[in-house]
């Protein structure tokens, strides 16, 4: 029989690819898209349009602050698997708008998990948790390191985390929590620190631009290629036993590192282009993130294949491809 | 040859538009939710006009149709068009008026990047109502795609109504009582509004259409009356003195007591009506005689009676 997911922030760079993902499945998909006055779902349009997706890519308007439509759309689309990936994901744009962020990123979840478990209780059910939780605790960071966000993003997370693990141990869900750690793509949000370096490696390169500002290059992440990542929500979700998971390459690299990937790419300099501005730190910065996959190995069989120098590569020949 | 296709065609623009469009040699898609619906049926079966049917808020369905045909016109008429049913009806309200845009118009620039795109809003776009709030978000939505390259336009409507006009609508239900020489019992006769004829203002959309540029226009008379007037020259239509009583509970607190719109820019392409309000309200009301001595509500024969013109 066909499986259904509901997938919200199906127009998101997750969204889009898990997506892609279900459908190469074989399952049938249900999007949540927030209603706005601007065009919002560019990433899952192509998908939406192909004639091929016509009656197993279905998208539903709904918000995550608005109890009432996720419910209607859990009853209208009846999932097998639910995969919460919407969220307000910007960790400096969460300093701003803390207040929303708690409501869509935290509450938003409770509202999906209370839709979840009065009409749909079969369902399974996966939260994009996020290593933004661990903030201030060293490296490396696996499934069983204690918390500390740094950021209303991820003390936003880090209730929908928990939210999820109690809707487990108190109602029976199979709700799993995967603990992601950066993963970035072409698709990504033009906001986000490495599209803003490939963006500009892009422009700098045609002449279109000479400068790029950035905030503390310091800080270390561990970057993946996000559509090696869906895999692994997918793969959550398949198992017999709900259980978190860490999925992470397990590699660290500074935002100056990863600029010298990106601009060496096409044979320049960052330090030519670079500039730093103390108004892009954040309030609270989270100095390193490297996580620890090797549960995700050892169970989902599950490993990041793609470098972080060949994601900034492939992320800036897609950017000056779209020139 | 042109196609256009029209959305909503089952409505009274819908169905003015599509016989204004194929009469001028418009090859005509007449985009109806329900291709059984008795307008449909009644005022669309007309050449050059073929009715397809097509639910806006399927985007599949109007991307498949995109392909499926050479479009180069598209005309959204397609709405929940009523501002008291939008407040029992916001999500729809939202989904038909506002959603179904974005997806029309994503449609559009992957599949028909040429083809030209207007768009259906109101006066009212932006007052205090679920309607309201649609069709401002819809013009934004038009507004974003114009600035992808996308030649779309929205020309905001004021009140315009004809003897299609649902009988629910209360210019119709005057016209109604004034043939009939019933009694009829109104919230507030100091409402002011911009009245045309649909058929004038349907006029208006193709001039928009293929316009040099892409500009936004408000399509009204220019000319604001009073619901009172409206109600004198339907009394007057009928050789009836005016009986009238006023029931507040019909009242509208919420509606805007005023709502009109420029003119200038649709005169400047060329458009001006046809019909005075008082043409308006002799036509409606002669309409209305037909209907109460056939009894029949949809007849392709009233849309040839133009006591007005």
């Known amino acids: ?323 | 040859m042109t196609t256009a296709l029209v959305t909503g065609a089952a409505g009274q623009d819908g169905i003015y538009l599509s016989r204004h469009l194929a009469a001028a040699g418009v090859s005509v898609l007449a985009g109806v939710r329900d291709p059984a619906d008795p307008r449909a049926m009644a005022y669309l079966q007309a050449p050059g006009i073929e009715v397809v049917p097509l639910d806006v808020t399927d985007t599949a369905a109007v991307a498949a149709l995109l392909r499926r045909q050479h479009v180069d016109e598209v005309y959204n008429l397609a709405a929940l068009s009523s501002v008291a049913l939008s407040w029992q009806a916001p999500q729809r309200t939202a989904a038909v008026n506002a959603d179904a845009v974005e997806g029309m118009l994503a449609a559009i620039r992957h599949i028909r990047p040429a083809a030209r795109f207007f768009q259906a809003s109101s006066v009212q776009a932006g007052t205090s109502s679920p309607y309201a709030a649609s069709k401002l978000t819809a013009e934004a939505l038009v507004a974003e795609a114009r600035s992808r390259g996308v030649f779309a336009v929205a020309g905001r409507l004021a009140n315009h109504e004809s003897p299609l006009r649902p009988a629910t609508f209360v210019v119709r239900r005057i016209a109604r009582a004034a043939a009939r020489g019933e009694q009829l019992a109104l919230g507030d006769l100091d409402v002011w509004r911009d009245w045309g004829h649909a058929a004038d203002h349907v006029r208006a959309m193709p001039l928009l259409l293929r316009a040099a540029e892409p500009v936004d226009a408000d399509i009204c008379t220019g000319t604001m009356v009073t619901l009172g007037d409206v109600v004198e020259a339907a009394y007057a239509a009928a050789g009836r003195p005016v009986d009238v009583v006023l029931d507040p509970a019909q009242a509208r607190p919420s509606d805007p007591q005023r709502v009109g719109g420029d003119a200038s820019a649709i005169r400047a392409l060329g458009w001006s009506p046809s019909y005075t309000l008082e043409g308006l309200l002799a036509e409606m009301v002669a309409v209305e005689r037909h209907r109460a001595a056939s009894g029949i509500e949809h007849d392709a024969r009233y849309l040839a009676i133009t006591a007005g013109r």
């Open chain 1, 1 to 323: 029989m066909t499986k259904r997911a509901l997938i919200t922030g199906i127009t998101g760079q997750d969204g889009s690819y898990l997506a892609e993902l279900l459908l190469d499945k074989g399952y049938e998909v249900h999007g949540l898209v927030r209603r706005s006055s601007s065009f919002n779902r560019e990433r899952i349009d192509p998908l939406h349009l192909d004639p091929a997706n016509a009656d197993r890519l279905f998208l539903h308007y709904g918000d995550l602050t608005d109890s009432t439509s996720l419910v209607n759309i859990v009853r209208a689309a009846r999932p097998d698997e639910v995969y919460n990936l919407a969220a307000q994901s910007h960790v400096g744009v969460s300093f701003e708008m803390p207040e929303y962020t708690a409501s869509a990123d935290a509450l938003g979840v409770v509202r999906l998990l209370e839709a979840v478990r009065l009409h749909a209780p079969e369902a399974r059910f996966y939260q994009a948790s996020t290593s933004e939780m661990f903030g201030l605790t060293a490296p490396p960071q696996n499934e069983e390191t204690i918390f500390h966000p740094r950021s209303p993003y991820g003390a936003a997370k880090l209730h929908a985390h928990w939210a999820c693990v109690n809707y487990r141990e108190a109602y029976g869900l199979f709700a799993v929590s995967g603990i992601l750690f950066n993963h970035e793509s072409p698709r990504r949000g033009e906001s986000f620190v490495t599209r803003k370096v490939s963006r500009a490696v892009a422009a700098i390169r045609a002449g279109r631009a000479d400068r790029l500002t950035l905030g503390n290059l310091d800080a270390i992440r561990d970057w993946g290629y996000a559509k090696e990542y869906v895999e692994g929500m997918w793969r959550m979700l398949q198992q017999d036993r709900p259980v978190d998971y860490v999925l992470a390459t397990g590699v660290g690299t500074t935002v100056r590192d990863f600029c010298d990937l990106a601009f060496s790419h096409v044979g320049l300099d960052w330090r030519d282009f670079v500039d730093t501005d103390p108004r892009f730190e954040r309030p609270a910065e989270v100095p390193e993130l490297i996580g620890d996959p090797s549960r995700a190995a050892a169970e989902l069989g599950w490993k990041a294949s793609t470098t972080v120098g060949e994601l900034a590569r492939l992320m800036v020949d897609a950017d000056i491809a779209a020139l």
